[in-house]
């Protein structure tokens, strides 16, 4: 048994059941440990939380980072990350319900611990944005403002999508793109563009 099957067995439970509603005995159980043996391996709920949320984040800010180092202008690099970061949380819906639903879970003291992670992956989606205002390809007053707007439609994505529904996760990514870039592509760039 190692800490990973009880991270990944608690992401299950936390997912279905809440966070408030799991027990440290349903991990046990899912995991084929007596409670107390369950302890070996972690202090508490608390703690496997925030591994979960810190795994979640670990995992978006590496795909998305990869795609910031790619040599695309910053359309490109908005598009492929739209695609890259709904399909990981599509991919891990466990994981990403737990991120977006479950943080306020959090006891103070380990939020603290976890709100640096989470504002280094909005940094990331930041530093783009602006990279496309220095090259004079997205115009916009406030790149946070656009940042938390853009991961607003990627997040809740998880609460409707049906893999066996009219759109596949890189329709979907596209049109959002699609949406994000009319808002903020400066219009003389987008004429250059089309013409």
């Known amino acids: 048994m190692t800490r990973d099957d009880i991270l990944n067995a608690a992401a299950?439970?936390?997912?279905?059941?809440?966070?408030?509603?799991?027990?440290?005995?349903?991990?046990?159980e899912a995991v084929n440990l007596k409670k107390g043996s369950l302890y070996h391996h972690?202090?508490?709920?608390?703690?496997?939380?925030?591994?979960?949320?810190?795994?979640?984040?670990?995992?978006l800010i590496a795909r998305i980072g990869a795609v910031m180092d790619m040599p695309l202008s910053p359309e490109q690099k908005l598009r492929l990350s739209m695609e890259t970061y709904l399909n990981t949380l599509l991919e891990r819906k466990d994981l990403a319900a737990i991120l977006l639903l479950e943080h306020r879970s959090l006891d103070s003291d380990l939020k603290a611990q976890h709100i640096p992670q989470r504002d280094r992956l909005e940094q990331l989606w930041k530093d783009l944005i602006r990279e496309g205002m220095d090259s004079h390809i997205f115009v916009c007053d406030d790149p946070g403002f656009i940042t938390r707007s853009i991961l607003g439609m990627?997040?809740?994505?998880?609460?409707?999508?049906?893999?066996?529904?009219?759109?596949?996760?890189?329709?979907?990514?596209?049109q959002y793109a699609d949406l994000?870039?009319?808002?903020?592509?400066?219009?003389?760039?987008?004429?250059?563009?089309?013409?």
Do not use: P
């Open 12 to 28: 299950l439970i936390f997912s279905q059941k809440g966070f408030h509603a799991a027990s440290m005995q349903d991990i046990a």
């Open 42 to 59: 972690v202090s508490s709920k608390q703690e496997i939380l925030l591994a979960l949320l810190n795994k979640a984040l670990d995992l």
């Open 154 to 174: 990627l997040n809740w994505t998880i609460t409707w999508y049906r893999s066996d529904g009219a759109m596949d996760s890189k329709s979907i990514a596209s």
């Open 180 to 195: 994000a870039l009319m808002g903020i592509t400066d219009a003389d760039y987008r004429k250059n563009q089309d013409g």
